[in-house]
């Protein structure tokens, strides 16, 4: 799939409508950017944020909430104060803000004159709760860690941008799969904050029929192994976090992309325990349960009239999580009052 193609040309509309174009400031107007591919961007730099009792949607509460981010580029405000240069950038189930940093990432919008060039835009790529450095299970909670769901984490995006980074309005959310999905819950939730939200692998509407088993599957493998002992557990619970991993790995293939890396069957073959061995290694049970948990109640579906920014909705025809054939953006894009829905058909 050309995906990056179609985002630096559609997202390119996003960025340049309105009045609000980001080339007041004289040093970020360069005239018509040369478009350049794999470019160098500047180092990032790493923050935490910490939110005192932060309460989350159960009623639980966490006297320290810490937020792991990192920014690249320079905030920029207009004359009235208010930051015109803020793109937030979001990861999917199990990722990291640190994974948009790759050569096929960062590397195809970070760059000087990519779409996202870090010398122009101010680029903030957070680690949701449960995820990387930011609060999670594994510190030493376990399972009395508090339930968090995509509510809760959006408003804690949103109280590190405010109070931790100083950030009273956004140019651009964009994300992907689950950060997809937290882009619609920021519309809601904050009709006004962002000027333009970007959903790439998504549906908003509840979660179910085979996306809701799936994920049930995962989180059934994790707490059906004794060796989870309630979350308890001394040593990782292989059995169960084997079978999770190989339902999530099922749950994000391509066809065409696995058959790419195995393409004969003694290589499909090292592949495949390649994949087991390094992702069970890389992978806390309470963690990733968790992760799958926090979806249980995301539906964005009826307030999609709230959502002010302009929209534009990406997916992927080869998606197992978001399958065209539902139909279902179909029947819900035309209630967005500024969305563009686009199916990418699968590609090489």
Not at 4 to 15: E, I, K, R, S, Y
Not at 37 to 66: A, C, I, K, Q, Y
Request: aromatic content about 8%.
């Amino acid at each position: 799939m050309k995906l990056w193609t179609l985002v630096t040309a559609t997202a390119a509309l996003l960025l340049a409508a309105g009045p609000r174009a980001v080339a007041a400031d004289p040093s970020m107007n360069s005239g018509s950017p040369r478009a350049q591919s794999r470019g160098d961007f500047p180092t990032p730099t790493e923050g935490d944020f910490v939110v005192r009792d932060f309460r989350f949607g159960t009623g639980e509460t966490l006297p320290s909430l810490n937020l792991h981010y990192r920014t690249i580029g320079t905030l920029r405000r207009d004359a009235s104060g208010v930051v015109r240069n803020a793109v937030l950038i979001l990861h999917g189930t199990g990722g990291t803000g640190g994974g948009f940093l790759s050569r096929t990432f960062g590397g195809e919008l970070f760059g000087a004159g990519q779409l996202l060039d870090a010398t122009r835009y101010f680029i903030i790529l957070p680690d949701g709760i449960g995820h990387g450095k930011s609060s999670k299970p594994s510190d030493g909670l376990h399972a009395r860690f508090p339930k968090y769901t995509y509510d809760d984490m959006v408003r804690a995006q949103h109280a590190m941008l405010t109070d931790g980074l100083k950030v009273n309005h956004l140019r651009l959310v964009l994300g992907t799969s689950m950060g997809a999905m937290h882009c619609w819950v920021w519309g809601e939730m904050y009709p006004d904050f962002a000027d333009g939200l970007v959903p790439l692998a998504s549906a908003p509407t509840q979660i179910a029929g085979r996306n809701r088993i799936m994920r049930t599957m995962i989180m059934d493998s994790i707490t059906k192994d004794p060796a989870w002992k309630n979350g308890e557990y001394k040593e990782q619970p292989r059995q169960g976090l084997v079978g999770a991993v190989n339902l999530l790995m099922m749950m994000t293939s391509s066809p065409l992309q696995w058959h790419k890396s195995g393409p004969t069957r003694d290589a499909a073959d090292a592949w495949y325990e390649d994949q087991i061995t390094s992702r069970v290694a890389a992978t806390d049970a309470n963690d990733m349960l968790y992760q799958y948990n926090a979806s249980r109640d995301y539906d964005p579906s009826p307030n999609l009239e709230k959502i002010a920014a302009r929209v534009l909705a990406i997916n992927s025809a080869d998606d197992v999580v978001n399958p065209p054939e539902l139909g279902l953006m179909e029947k819900l894009m035309p209630r967005v009052k500024r969305g563009t829905y686009v199916l990418i058909e699968t590609g090489g």
